[in-house]
Each structure stands twice: as C-alpha cells, then as structure tokens.
C-alpha cells in the first residue's frame, strides 16, 4: 500500500491492567505505520497498572511509542483527555487497548479526516461494519438502548464506539470537557461541536485477553453522562422538566403526608399547614440539586426563604382549596383537587421566578 499524504498521527491507547493485549496492538499499529503513516506515533496512557506495562513499552525501543503513566483521576475518560492534551500530532486517534479496535481502520479514518470530516468513528453499525458473534442479546440490547438515548445530541449510527479520530485543533476547541465514564467519543462529539461525522465501517472483536470493563457501574455513569450533556445542550428544558418531575413528586409527598397527619393533630388546618410545607420543602432540596444544579452560589438558607415567598401563590391555593373542600369531601380528594389545582396555578410562575430570582447564576 503506497502511503497517505504523510501527516502526523497520534494514536492514543488508554490502558488499564492490559498488559497481555498490548504486544500485539503495537504490531499492528507498526504495519499500518510502515505501510501508510510514516509520521504515526503512540502514546499509551496507563492508569498506574503496574502491571509490567512500564517495563513492556521500555523493553520495545521504539522511539514512536512513548508511555504517560497517571496516579490521579484516573479512569478511561480522563487518560483519553490526557493523551489527546500530550499529543503531538496534526490528526489524533483513540483506540481501546483489548484488540477489540483493528489498527488497519486508522487509515480509513485519517482519510475520513483529509476529506473534511470533523470527527471518524469506527462503526459497528454502518454497512460494511460488523460484530463478533458471542455478544449475547442482553449486550446487544444494552447497546442499542445507549445508541437511542445519544439521539437528542448525534444521528452517528454507532456513538458509543471507542474508535474515534479528529484533529488536535478539534480537541483544542473543546469547551467544559466533563466526561463520566468511559464514553469519551460523544462528550467530543458534542463539546467540540462536532456536526459532519464520518463512521468507518470495522469488524469489532470480542476482547481474547484480560477482563471485559461493562459493567453495571458503567452504565449507571453513561446514564449520567447523557444527563450531563443534556444540561449542557438544552439547559432550560431539562430544568423545566427536571421542576416539573420534583413537583410531581412532592405532590405525590403532599397526600401521604396529608393522609398522616391529620390522623395524627386534631386541628385540620395545622395538618394541612404541616403537610403543606413538608411537601414545600422536599421540592426545594430537589429543584436545588436536580432543576437548578448550576446555581448554588448563594447561600442555601437565603435560596429557600426565596423559594417559599416565591411558591405561596399556589401553596396558599392549595392551602384554602383542601381546607375548603376538607370539610365536605375526604381529605385525600380534597388534598388531591388541592395540590392539582396549586401546581396548575403554580408551576409556570415558580419556574420562572426561582429560575430569576432564586437560583439565579
């Protein structure tokens, strides 16, 4: 194969305990460096293995590839950030460690690149792509379910691959870089807005060597990731909703409550009063944490007095309407057409002014 237009290439190998992949991994980039990318070199981020990769990459003497070993922060987003931080290269690429990635589509992906690209993919899901067959239902599943859920930031096909290529100045332009998990390849995507992307089909091999890292752990993270970049791609609707869903909670709050204490005190309106503001503060510590997570600048005992003054129109509606009501309906009925009628009222101009006011940035 005759080279490419020779650019520099850094390829990026974030390890972690895989000390027997590696060997082969690094024959394989060699071929595509000889054949292709003259200029390729590798930096292999190890999260502190101490594994015998030190010793490993020490023994190859190649002066291409060159080892960042990391104490801190680690985990496989951070060490992907930290090689692509360490690159030297006019393209760089990020490829899994485990042979799960085949070297030849490094190419492919360069290429994608010259041809105008902003960011290469190494799909499993475009034509020509495949999978290993042992993936088993359930990871297929798992798969498609976390493909689905990158559709509000991507319409890529295979978004949660770890094969991915751009160029450094891509990465430079990166904005609030906050990662969790091991997903780096849509937080790129979406903070180096990234819209014309290129997936190179590749065959995805099952792991030979070391141990598989999906795990429920990592899919709890991959849920608050897209969490994360939802807040960051639409800030007011996930707060609008977040709002919405703890008022509905603390509504739900409100006729438990409701129904205990007024078995509990005698005097219907202080039950009610105590249902009431119970229910007033759960919804203030969730909407702190959940609907309004950017704005904790202000001191929490001043927020919440806010936050009450600011929610009494519907408080004191569904206050009157359930004591109203309480005396010829039951008080669950009566609480229900209360706290209905109060979030109706309420909702809107709560949201508007704790946004405002309260939790302003």
């Known amino acids: 194969m005759h080279s490419m237009n020779p650019s520099t290439v850094t390829v990026i190998v974030p390890t972690y305990e895989e000390f027997d992949s590696l060997p082969s991994l690094i024959d394989a980039i060699e071929r595509v460096r000889d054949e292709s990318l003259p200029k390729l070199n590798v930096i292999v981020v190890d999260d502190n293995s101490q594994d015998g990769t030190e010793e490993l990459i020490g023994s190859l003497q190649k002066e291409w590839v060159r080892l960042l070993v990391r104490t801190q922060d680690r985990g496989l987003s951070p060490a992907v950030i930290a090689g692509l931080q360490s690159a030297s290269g006019e393209f760089c690429v990020v490829m899994d460690a485990d042979g799960s990635h085949p070297a030849s589509a490094i190419t492919a992906m360069i290429q994608a690149l010259q041809d105008g690209a902003d960011f290469a993919v190494g799909s499993r899901y475009i034509n020509g792509g495949t999978t290993e067959d042992?993936?088993?239902?359930?990871?297929?599943?798992?798969?498609?379910?976390?493909?689905?859920m990158a559709r509000p930031f991507t319409r890529v096909l295979d978004p949660m691959s770890g094969f991915l290529a751009l160029r450094k100045t891509t990465f430079l332009e990166a904005s609030e870089l906050n990662p969790v998990g091991y997903k780096i390849g849509l937080e790129l995507i979406v903070k180096c807005q990234c819209k014309n992307v290129s997936e190179v089909p590749i065959h995805f091999s099952t792991r030979l060597l070391g141990e598989s890292k999906l795990t429920l752990s990592v899919q709890w993270q991959?849920?608050?990731?897209?969490?994360?970049l939802l807040r960051y791609t639409r800030?007011?609707?996930?707060s609008f909703c977040s709002f919405a869903m703890v008022g509905l909670s603390g509504a739900v709050l409100y006729l438990l409550l409701l129904v205990a204490t007024t078995a509990m005190i005698t005097s219907v309106p202080l039950a009610i009063a105590l249902a009431v503001w119970l229910a007033m503060t759960w919804n203030f510590i969730w909407d702190r944490k959940y609907a309004f997570w950017n704005s904790r600048q202000q001191p929490i005992y001043t927020q919440y007095i806010g936050f009450v003054l600011i929610c009494s129109v519907g408080v004191l509606a569904n206050f009157f309407i359930t004591l109203a009501l309480s005396k010829s309906e039951a008080i669950p009925l009566a609480g229900l057409i209360g706290v209905s009628i109060g979030s109706a009222v309420g909702i809107i101009f709560n949201f508007l002014m704790t946004r405002l006011i309260v939790f302003r940035k």
């Open 235 to 238: 800030p007011t609707l996930v």
């Open 222 to 228: 991959y849920l608050q990731h897209v969490i994360r």
């Open 134 to 148: 042992g993936w088993g239902f359930l990871r297929w599943l798992n798969s498609k379910i976390a493909t689905l």
